[in-house]
């Protein structure tokens, strides 16, 4: 059922995609998985990347179909409004995507597996980001997604924003001392470093690393409070990632409230901040979500 689906609009796909190309294709979109070529500004779009999702409400863009998922408050509306859903995040349900006959997908990281089924229903572009250069590769996903559009003079007030903010938090981690980012899941901990899937907040926010040998895994270093008090960080960046997706789960800030955590430079200062998880692991390089990422940590680096 679901392959005859996919074919019977993989060959209507096939002949729409020919007539534009007969039409000639005028938006090209390079991505993670090459090139997807549009002949017109599309109108209905599906996107399982919520940080599309998010720059796109940002920039006034409705969008035709969304996974279920847990979103931050501000997209609350795709979560209980009528906007169709299209499946999870990782597993698109493909016969309600085809009924929508959307003129664009957008697929990242957690669905980028299913472009090749996904672009047999309509056109599909992925953009996933890597944690190299993560905000210039989201400012870029920004762009293209403004471009698409026609958005680029409401997204560009939106960057200059995102960008002013970015500086003055570069300013303050400069003179921070050393950070350390754990991440809480199911009692244990792991942490990331730069490079990494949250590395942006060493190589783009600028602070420094209390331990720079961590390897840039996906799933990061798992660490004990012994690492953690060995490291000794000057600030303790938690994400929370039960909470963030809704999982139950012992509470980040209960896990590290304990003898040993509670000697660390961080804890005895107050400089323990527990991260929108939402924004920054859920929906990751949205214009939103990067503008309330950086504004928190402006507010919490304020503190002497």
Excluded: C
Excluded at 174 to 183: D, H, R, S
């Amino acid at each position: 059922m679901l392959l005859s689906t996919v074919r019977k609009f993989a060959l209507s796909a096939a002949l729409a995609l020919g007539a534009s190309q007969a039409l000639a294709a005028d938006i090209t979109i390079r991505h993670a998985q090459g090139e997807t070529k549009l002949a017109e500004t599309p109108k209905k779009v599906v996107t399982f990347d919520l940080a599309a999702l998010d720059t796109m409400d940002a920039l006034g863009v409705p969008v035709a179909g969304v996974p279920k998922a847990l979103m931050p408050d501000y997209l609350q509306k795709y979560v209980i409004g009528p906007v169709p859903k299209v499946g999870t995040l990782f597993e698109p349900d493909y016969e309600a995507i085809a009924e929508l006959q959307p003129d664009l997908i957008i697929v990242t990281a957690r669905s980028a597996s299913k472009f090749k089924e996904l672009s047999a229903i309509a056109p599909t572009v992925d953009l996933s980001v890597d944690g190299n250069d993560f905000l210039k590769q989201s400012e870029a996903n920004i762009r293209t997604l403004a471009k698409v559009f026609n958005k680029e003079s409401e997204a560009n007030r939106l960057i200059e924003k995102l960008n002013s903010s970015t500086a003055e938090l570069k300013q303050k981690t400069k003179n921070a001392g050393k950070g350390l980012l754990v991440l809480t899941t199911g009692g244990k901990m792991s942490t990331y470093g730069p490079g990494s899937r949250f590395g942006v907040l060493f190589s783009d926010y600028g602070m420094t690393p209390a331990d720079a040998t961590i390897k840039a895994d996906n799933h990061g270093q798992p660490i004990s409070y012994e690492y953690i008090l060995e490291k000794n960080p000057d600030w303790l960046f938690v994400i929370d990632r039960d909470a963030s997706i809704g999982n139950k789960g012992e509470a980040a800030s209960k896990l590290l409230d304990n003898d040993i955590v509670r000697r660390t430079t961080a804890w005895q200062k107050g400089h323990v901040v527990y991260l929108d998880g939402l924004s920054l692991y859920v929906v990751g390089g949205g214009l939103t979500a990067l503008q309330n990422t950086v504004d928190q940590l402006n507010t919490a680096l304020a503190k002497p």
